[in-house]
C-alpha cells in the first residue's frame, strides 16, 4: 500500500495541531501560579500488626507515631525476593506504610479541591486522610483494584469559611514482601487538575478498553466466519488471539467480582496464552512447522498455567500469584522475545504477513516489557503501562494482515473477471466469426436449393411447355393460336416464379394479391370477368417460397383449366377460416359459370395430369384439393392448416 506525500503532510499537520493545543492546555494548568500545588516532600512511617484493619473516620488529633523518615516523591521501594514461606495473602495485610505530606503553602481560592495522583502501587487497601478526616476509602483488596491503573481523584467537600487542606497522610495496607509505590501528589482547584485526570484516565483506562472492545468484536466475526469455513483455521486463531487478548488486559480498566488471586491468575496466564496464539497464527502463516519450539512454548505456558492456580491447599507449589507476577513477567517476555525473532527469521524473506506479525510482536514485547519494570518499581511511578497498548499493536498488525488478504482477494477476483472478460471477448469473437462462416453456408445452401427448386420448376412447368411447344411446332401440328397460348403460359409460369421468390410475411393475402396482379390483364384479355371476394385470414406460419410457389401453382392450374375447358364469363375467387375437427385452417375456393366436368374420370384418364399435379403439391403443403363440378358450373377448394405438421416434399 502506498501513501502520497500530500497525504502524510496533512496526517503530520493534524497531528501536530492536536498535540499543540494539548500540550497547551497541560503547560497552562501546570504554569498557572497560585493554583495548583505539587507535593514531592514527604515523611514516611512503616508500622507492623499494630494498625486497626478498618481506618476510623477521623484520627482526632492522633496520628501514628513512631519514626518519621523524609523521602521525595515520586516514591518507589525496591522488590524484595519472594519468600515461599510467608503466606502472602492467607494471613491479610498486617503491614502499614504511612506517608505525610504538607500543604500549608496552598492557599485557597474559590470552588471545590481536589488531590490528584497518577498511581498508588499497594496490595491491599489504602485509604487518605486531609485535616485528620477520612476522604478516601478504598477497600478492595489486591493491585488490580487500587490506583495501580487507575489515577487516584478525589474532590474534597469543603465547608463554607473552613480551613483549606494543610496536611494529608496516605495510609497504605500491604503483604510484608510487597514494597508500595506513590507519584507524585497534585492539590488545587478541582477545575485546574481535571485535565490531568481526564487525561491519564482516557490513555490508561477508556482509550485501551475502546481498543480492545474493538478487536474483540472483529474476532467474534471472524469466530462465525470460521463456522462457515471450517478449514480454514486462521479466522479461529483470529478469534482467540482476540479473546485472549480481551482477557489478558482486563486488569487495566475492568472491575470484576472475584478474588484478587483469580483475577491475577487469569490475566497473568491470559498473556502467556497470547503468546502461545500469536506463534501458532505465525507459524500457519509462514509454513513452518517449528515443532521444538512450538512444544516448548505451550508446555511452559500449560506448567505455568498449573502451577499458578491460587489454591495454596490443594497445589502448594508456589506463593500467592499477585506476589510473583514480577517475576513471571520475566519469564513472559524471554518467550516473547523468542518467538518474535524465530517468526522473523522464518518469515524475512518469503512470508511479509509472517514478517509484519512478527514485528508486531517484537513491538509488543517492548511494550511490556514497561510494564515488568514498573512492576519491579525500576520505573517511576509516574510512568505509563504501555502494556496497555499491545492489544492496539496486535489488532493493527493483524487488522493490516485482513486488509491486505482482503484487497489481495479482490484484486484476485478482479484479474480472474479480467481473464474471464477476456477469454469471453476471444470466444465472442470465434464465435461470431464461426456465425458468420454458418451464415454463409446457410445463405450459399439457401441460394444453391433456390437454384436447384427453380431449375426444377422450370424443367417441370416453362420447360415442359416450351419442348412441347416446339414439337407442336416442328411438325406443325397447331396454329399460331394455339403456340401463342402455350407461350402465353410459359410466361405466366415464369412470372409466378418470380412471385414466389418475394416477401410475404406468412401472409397467404399478399400471396393472393401477387395472383390477382398477374393474371387479371389475361382475363380481362379473355372477357372474363373476374370476382374477388377475399377475407381477412389468419397468418401460415410455414409459409415460405417453396411453399408460396405450391399455392400459386395450384391456384395457376385451376385458373387455366376454366381459361381453356370451361368456357364461363364469370370467375369467383374467395378465402374464409375453415377447421376440419381439431385442425385449424384456410379455405380458398375458385368457381366459374362454365360448363361442368366430371372429375373423377378425369383424374383417372390420361388428361388429367394437371388435377392430379394439384393433389400432389396440396399433399406437399399438408392440404387438401376437391372438385365440385354441374351443368351450371365447376367449384374448386383448396384447404390449407394453420400449423403444418407434415414436411413438404417437392411436387412432381
Not at 189 to 208: K, T
Not at 466 to 479: N, P, Q, W
Not at 537 to 555: K, N
Request: aromatic share 8%; glycine share 8%; net charge neutral.
Amino acid at each position: 500500500m502506498t501513501y502520497r506525500p500530500a497525504s502524510l503532510l496533512a496526517a503530520a499537520i493534524l497531528l501536530f495541531s492536536v498535540m499543540s493545543l494539548l500540550i497547551a492546555g497541560i503547560h497552562d494548568v501546570i504554569g498557572a501560579p497560585g493554583k495548583t500545588m505539587r507535593l514531592t516532600r514527604a515523611e514516611i512511617l512503616i508500622a507492623n500488626d499494630d494498625t486497626p484493619s478498618r481506618p476510623p473516620a477521623t484520627l482526632d488529633g492522633r496520628p501514628p507515631t513512631g519514626t518519621w523518615r523524609p523521602i521525595s516523591l515520586p516514591y518507589a521501594e525496591p522488590m524484595v525476593p519472594v519468600d515461599q514461606t510467608v503466606p502472602a495473602m492467607a494471613s491479610g495485610y498486617p503491614a502499614t506504610t504511612w506517608i505525610r505530606l504538607s500543604a500549608r503553602d496552598l492557599a485557597a481560592g474559590p470552588g471545590p479541591m481536589a488531590l490528584y495522583g497518577a498511581r498508588i502501587d499497594t496490595d491491599g487497601p489504602y485509604a487518605i486522610y486531609v485535616n485528620g478526616r477520612l476522604v478516601e476509602w478504598q477497600q478492595r483488596q489486591g493491585r488490580p483494584w487500587n490506583g495501580l491503573f487507575t489515577p487516584l481523584w478525589v474532590v474534597l467537600d469543603q465547608d463554607a469559611g473552613g480551613p483549606p487542606p494543610k496536611d494529608i497522610l496516605v495510609r497504605l495496607d500491604h503483604a510484608p514482601t510487597t514494597p508500595v509505590a506513590l507519584s507524585t501528589l497534585w492539590l488545587g482547584p478541582e477545575p485546574a487538575l481535571n485535565i490531568r485526570h481526564r487525561l491519564r484516565q482516557l490513555l490508561q483506562r477508556e482509550l485501551p478498553m475502546a481498543l480492545n472492545s474493538a478487536f474483540l468484536a472483529v474476532g467474534v466475526f471472524a469466530l462465525f466466519v470460521w463456522f462457515r469455513r471450517r478449514h480454514d483455521t486462521g479466522y479461529l486463531l483470529f478469534f482467540g488471539l482476540a479473546a485472549i487478548s480481551f482477557a489478558a488486559h482486563l486488569h487495566f480498566y475492568l472491575d470484576v467480582p472475584i478474588t484478587s488471586d483469580w483475577f491475577a491468575w487469569l490475566t497473568i496466564n491470559a498473556l502467556f496464552w497470547l503468546i502461545v496464539i500469536l506463534h501458532l497464527f505465525l507459524r500457519m502463516l509462514h509454513g513452518r512447522p517449528l515443532i521444538l519450539l512450538t512444544a516448548a512454548v505451550m508446555g511452559v505456558t500449560s506448567i505455568l498455567t498449573l502451577l499458578t492456580l491460587p489454591m495454596v491447599g490443594v497445589l502448594p507449589v508456589l506463593p500467592s500469584t499477585p506476589v510473583i507476577v514480577p517475576r513471571i513477567y520475566a519469564v513472559a517476555l524471554v518467550m516473547a522475545a523468542t518467538v518474535s525473532v524465530v517468526g522473523v527469521a522464518c518469515a524475512w524473506r518469503r512470508f511479509p504477513e509472517a514478517r509484519l506479525l512478527a514485528g508486531g510482536l517484537a513491538v509488543c514485547t517492548v511494550l511490556g516489557q514497561t510494564d515488568w519494570m514498573m512492576h519491579n518499581h525500576v520505573l517511576s511511578p509516574e510512568g505509563w503501562f504501555l502494556g496497555a497498548y499491545t492489544n492496539a499493536v496486535t489488532f493493527a498488525m493483524c487488522g493490516t494482515v485482513l486488509y491486505r488478504r482482503y484487497v489481495a482477494a479482490i484484486a484476485e477476483v478482479e484479474r480472474v473477471n479480467a481473464g474471464l472478460a477476456e477469454r469471453l471477448r476471444t470466444r465472442e469473437a470465434e464465435l461470431e466469426l464461426s456465425h458468420q462462416r454458418l451464415r454463409e453456408a446457410e445463405r450459399r445452401q439457401t441460394i444453391s436449393e433456390e437454384r436447384q427448386r427453380l431449375m426444377q420448376d422450370m424443367h417441370d412447368g416453362v420447360g415442359a411447355s416450351l419442348i412441347s411447344a416446339i414439337r407442336s411446332v416442328e411438325t406443325g401440328a397447331v396454329d399460331d393460336a394455339k403456340v401463342s397460348q402455350i407461350l402465353k403460359g410459359c410466361l405466366d409460369d415464369l412470372k409466378l416464379a418470380i412471385d414466389s421468390m418475394e416477401p410475404v410475411d406468412a401472409d397467404l393475402l399478399l400471396l393472393l394479391a401477387s395472383l390477382r396482379y398477374r393474371l387479371e390483364p389475361r382475363l380481362e384479355g379473355s372477357g372474363i370477368t373476374l370476382v374477388w371476394d377475399v377475407r381477412d385470414l389468419p397468418t401460415l406460419e410455414w409459409l415460405e417460397p417453396s411453399s408460396a410457389l405450391h399455392i400459386l401453382r395450384i391456384l395457376q392450374e385451376g385458373i387455366a383449366n376454366i381459361l381453356h375447358h370451361a368456357q364461363a364469363s364469370r370467375i369467383r375467387l374467395g378465402t374464409s377460416p375453415d377447421a376440419r375437427g381439431d385442425v385449424a385452417g384456410v379455405r380458398v375456393t375458385i368457381e366459374d359459370d362454365g360448363r361442368g366436368f366430371d372429375a373423377d374420370a378425369t383424374l383417372a384418364s390420361p388428361s388429367g395430369r394437371g388435377l392430379r399435379n394439384q393433389q400432389r403439391r396440396a399433399q406437399a403443403l399438408g392440404g387438401t384439393v376437391a372438385w365440385n363440378s354441374g351443368p351450371t358450373g365447376t367449384r374448386f377448394t383448396l384447404w390449407l392448416p394453420l400449423s403444418r405438421v407434415v414436411s413438404a416434399t417437392a411436387a412432381d
